[in-house]
């Protein structure tokens, strides 16, 4: 008689539930109690699925005040990962956008990797973190002078001797996969929630965000956009260029902090439309808010082109101010473009069930390829 599978899922940090939080969370509901590997743990910022698992941390957890700082630890990363010992682990499954698809493979083990981003403070988005004005001198320096090693890590980290199969969250990233890594990944989209979203639309006056304040955001463009059209624009969201941006909203922005998912989803339901100015790698809120039959206004670039359509939103290009300013002034002419149920619709598509489907069968074509026996895999997935 054959020892159970036993399962291993990584992830960079679990500071918060947002997007690739909850793809870790459906990941896990596939096998039977897997045990979880994060660099980060903060108490009280996950969800019980998640809370439950045994875990695992490394010596960052113990840093004082590292909920806030981890980023700082970036350099010190690769060395975290592959410090974790997986010996025993037959399946191992990493949720990755920095260091987690680093993890050491064990000899005779099978890694899925599920990229949501190639390592994106050293690749596409080094300059928005690290470029001028957006950090100190002495720390634009040391990203420099770290940013080949870490590049180099990470294609090493990425090769076929250590990960058995690469997932990409869009074609955007894939492409990226492919120019990065040399490898070609297979494409398994993300998922709303959506059941979350089913209060009747309302549609009003106010346009809508929700976001983190990082860099690649853009959040200046909304900003500065409707400051100019002097339409009234919600924003939802924190993070490290809270302050910059409050200066230069004018008296048409408003900036509501975080909230509930319930409060969130109230005003999906009853916005004019949801703005996406930034480029991301696949977009969760654009899904949400045509999950509320609300249609979106994106840059026309990254992952969201992969989901929005001229039937459910208007695009803008380029990434500017007056580009943004047109798309909003078209849907204002014409407010009633889009319907309710072409935005549900669409979002649909991208159910949880659907990823979930997916992806187990990406395991055990990795499993297969492997020469494993099939047997012993399905005799443990749940789904």
Known sequence: MRKPIKTALIHDWLTGMRGGEYVLEAIAELF?????????YVPGKISPTLTTLKRRTSWLQKVPGAEKRYRHFLPFMPGMIEKFDLTGYDLIISSSHCVAKGIQKPEGSVHVSYIHAPMRYMWDRYEDYFGAGRSSVWVRAAARWVRPRLQKW????????RIDK????????????EQNYGRKAEVIHPFANLERFAQARSPGKNYFMVTAFAPYKRVDIAIEAFNRMKLPLLIVGSGQDQARLKKLAGPTVEFLGSLSNSAIADLYSKCRAFIFPG???FGITPLEAMASGAPVIAFKEGGVTETVTEKTGIFFHPQSVESLMQAVS??????????DAECRKRA?????TAFQTRFKQAVINAWSQAG????DLNSILLI
């Open 330 to 339: 078209k849907l204002e002419a014409e407010p009633l473009s889009f319907s």
């Open 279 to 281: 480029v991301e790698d």
């Open 154 to 161: 990470d294609r090493e980290a990425s090769s076929e001797q």
């Open 348 to 352: 649909a598509e991208f159910s949880k």
């Open 32 to 40: 039977p109690r897997p045990d979880l590997f994060t660099l980060l």
């Open 372 to 375: 494993k026996p099939l047997d």
């Open 166 to 177: 690469l997932i990409a969250n869009s074609q955007y990233i894939a492409d990226q996969i």
